[in-house]
């Protein structure tokens, strides 16, 4: 008989051993939330379904393979334990087993390997694309630019960033590159991921069966704020993609004489317009304000804001534009809504003001840009992100009416 103190004493070392155990519970748990954006498993669009269509019956044939070998490692290991018997006879030379166990994994990755050769090929396939949008990777945010395409009613080039805009059932191709690091697209409910490199193009293609926003972010590590670095591609129906076009297009109005917004244009032709275009805005002595951000900023590039008011998300959709209230209501809209409600975009009572004006405030408090102040000197006073400027309450007040123009 054992006491119950000598069984403690045998089962500690084992539980001890456990003691991961709750963490891979929580793990697995995690695995069933509904709340997933970023889910894998949940295509959305035709390229997302093929990768789905080959990963889901791979991971099978994995798993049934991955429990024979784990049960035939159990099985010997608990079989042959050591006994104290004797080491058994060896032998050497089984050939029809070796050949057997040889044959049979190369049949089976031949057979997975041709359907995922053949997927690779329909992945990568561009021939039969219906639009371009360029897409380029800088830290930490993800610029979109388009270029003219007559037959969309893209009649001039439309700069934006953050959220990729593009209409449904369009088979859309991304040109990817880079002005700094190497960086990664990826929205998983449309498509794989792709690196954007500096100094190549890589094509990547996205389609959506439906309206609504689909959630991404950087899939290769690319500095300081790299989780910073998210995207959102939202999908809308073609005419209201012909709409979003439009609204893309419209001439710049600058505020009435006299109004707080047009005193936040003046201050932000003074602080911001060096490394921020606004198309179409005029300086006092009426010649077009030009950005040059190359000469403030490591990348060469800062978002364009011409259409701020357009996007609900803000530096690399990290932060909302919007209120929580107005955002919930955009994403859950049903599909027939949802292009109304994002065509309105950011009114004044939904204007995320807090996150906005703190961001006016102390930009790099909010997004990490710096380990090392340092860094800013030993990349030649350039700022990678956007820089502390110093700016009074009262600037931020008309910096903040001018920005909700901006649509
Ligand atoms: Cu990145």
């Not at 050497?92 to 057997?100: D, F, N």
């Not at 593009?166 to 191709?173: D, L, R, S």
């Not at 950087?218 to 012909?242: I, P, Y």
């Not at 602080?271 to 900023?297: F, M, S, W, Y």
């Amino acid at each position: 008989m054992v006491s119950a103190g000598q069984m403690v004493n045998r089962l500690t070392p084992v539980l001890r051993r456990l003691k991961f155990l709750p963490l891979v519970g929580f793990v697995a748990l995690a695995g069933c939330a509904s709340n997933a954006p970023q889910d894998t498993w949940a295509p959305e669009g035709p390229n997302a379904q093929m990768i789905d269509d080959l990963q889901k019956p791979i991971f099978a044939v994995a798993g049934i393979v991955g429990l024979i070998v784990f049960g035939a490692i159990a099985f010997a290991m608990y079989k042959f334990r050591d006994r104290g018997q004797p080491i058994p006879e060896q032998t050497h030379g089984k050939p029809v087993l070796e050949i057997t166990l040889t044959i049979i994994p190369a049949l089976i990755l031949t057979v997975i390997g041709v359907f995922t050769v053949r997927t690779v090929f329909d992945l990568a396939k561009t021939s039969d694309t219906e639009m371009v949008i360029n897409v380029t990777g800088q830290q930490w945010w993800w610029e979109y630019d388009y270029p003219v395409q007559e037959e969309l009613g893209i009649t001039k080039p439309i700069i934006t960033s953050g959220q990729l805009v593009f209409p449904v059932g369009t088979k859309v191709m991304l040109r990817q590159t880079s002005r700094d690091v190497i960086h990664s697209y990826w929205i998983p409910k449309l498509n794989g991921k792709r690196d954007a490199v500096p100094g190549r193009v890589h094509l990547n293609r996205l389609e959506a069966d439906q309206p609504g926003i689909y959630a991404g972010q950087c899939t290769e590590f690319c500095g300081l704020s790299h989780a910073n670095m998210r995207m959102e591609a939202v999908a809308l129906s073609k005419e209201d993609f012909a709409k979003w076009v439009d609204q893309q297009l419209a001439d710049y109005q600058a505020p009435a004489e006299g109004t707080l917004a047009k005193e936040g244009e003046t201050v932000f032709l003074n602080q911001c317009v060096r490394c921020h275009q606004v198309n179409g805005l005029k300086r006092a002595d009426g010649t077009p304000a030009i950005a040059a951000p190359d000469e403030n900023v490591v990348s060469g590039a800062a978002p364009n804001l011409s259409k701020l008011m357009t996007r609900n998300t803000f530096a690399g959709a990290m932060f909302d534009l919007v209120t929580p209230e107005c955002r919930a209501d955009v994403w859950d809209a049903s599909r027939e809504t949802f292009g109304e409600k994002y065509l309105a975009g950011v009114s004044e009572e939904c204007l995320n003001q807090t996150d906005l004006r703190s961001w006016l405030r102390n930009a790099p408090e909010m997004k990490p840009m710096y380990a090392n102040p340092a860094l800013l000197t030993s990349t030649g006073g350039k700022y990678r992100g956007m820089p502390y400027l110093a700016l009074s309450e009262n600037d931020i007040e008309k910096l903040v009416a001018y920005l909700l123009t901006l649509k």
